[in-house]
Antibody, heavy 124, light 107 residues
Framework: EVQLLESGGGLVQPGGSLRLSCTASGFIFSRYGMSWVRQAPGKGLEWVSGFSAGGTAYYADSVKGRFTISRDNSKNTLYLQMNGLRAEDTALYYC???????????????????WGQGTTVTVS | AIQMTQSPSSLAASVGDRVTITCRASQDIRNDLGWYQQKPGKAPKFLIYAASSLQSGVPSRFSGSGSGTDFTLTISSLQPEDFATYYCLQDNTYPWTFGQGTKVEIK
């Protein structure tokens, strides 16, 4: 069974740091780009950061320069280092994997088909 | 970043109704659009990818259409378990961006 399990959330003061982890199982983690998505209380979904299939890291404008995504394929784990935290970073943080579809020649990745249960970050 | 404008922000419908939600991109995203369903306290569920391809296990009453900048999610006959919030997501260009969501409520 494909599973994602986030951890590392908590209460932090403005300006502080946290590192989130997402441990994957049930699939070949190294073959997938992965994403972090957050949801502030009572608000919509916001894509935060992710790796493309080619391994390039990307960020939302709202976190660029403050957050760093990384991964350890030997541990099947995705990370999100969050520095300079602000009240507006308060949210439930999900990690998610893309859907892989095998074509005739290659594979194509789409969106996010499996999500973790999330870990809560509170900046106050 | 590409802006995704979703409408309506909420709607009230009855079981059996046909429901349509639209999403408009601020620039051409080909067919690189997905739809997600989220229920309170739960992680989002992937419904449709590549604008019109149904994710495995998703009921056939859900369908998607569109390309370029204008997209539609249709629920052909609303069921009790479909009352939820729906989001579109463009995965054409990083940073990926979601629409603001459409809450489907019981009339």
């Amino acid at each position: 069974e494909v599973q994602l399990l986030e951890s590392g959330g908590g209460l932090v003061q403005p300006g502080g740091s946290l590192r989130l982890s997402c441990t994957a199982s049930g699939f070949i983690f190294s073959r997938y780009g992965m994403s972090w998505v957050r949801q502030a209380p009572g608000k919509g979904l916001e894509w935060v950061s992710g790796f493309s299939a080619g391994g390039t890291a990307y960020y939302a404008d709202s976190v660029k320069g403050r957050f760093t995504i990384s991964r350890d394929n030997s541990k099947n784990t995705l990370y999100l280092q969050m520095n300079g935290l602000r009240a507006e970073d308060t949210a439930l943080y999900y990690c998610a994997k893309p859907l892989m579809v095998r074509g005739v020649i290659d594979v194509v990745y789409y969106g996010m088909d499996v999500w973790g249960q999330g870990t809560t970050v509170t900046v106050s | 970043a590409i802006q995704m404008t979703q409408s309506p922000s909420s709607l009230a419908a009855s079981v059996g109704d046909r429901v349509t939600i639209t999403c408009r991109a601020s620039q051409d995203i080909r067919n690189d659009l997905g739809w997600y369903q989220q229920k309170p306290g739960k992680a989002p569920k992937f419904l449709i990818y590549a604008a019109s391809s149904l994710q495995s296990g998703v009921p056939s009453r859900f369908s998607g259409s569109g390309s370029g900048t204008d997209f539609t999610l249709t629920i052909s006959s609303l069921q009790p378990e479909d009352f939820a919030t729906y989001y579109c997501l463009q995965d054409n260009t990083y940073p990926w961006t979601f629409g603001q969501g459409t809450k489907v409520e019981i009339k």
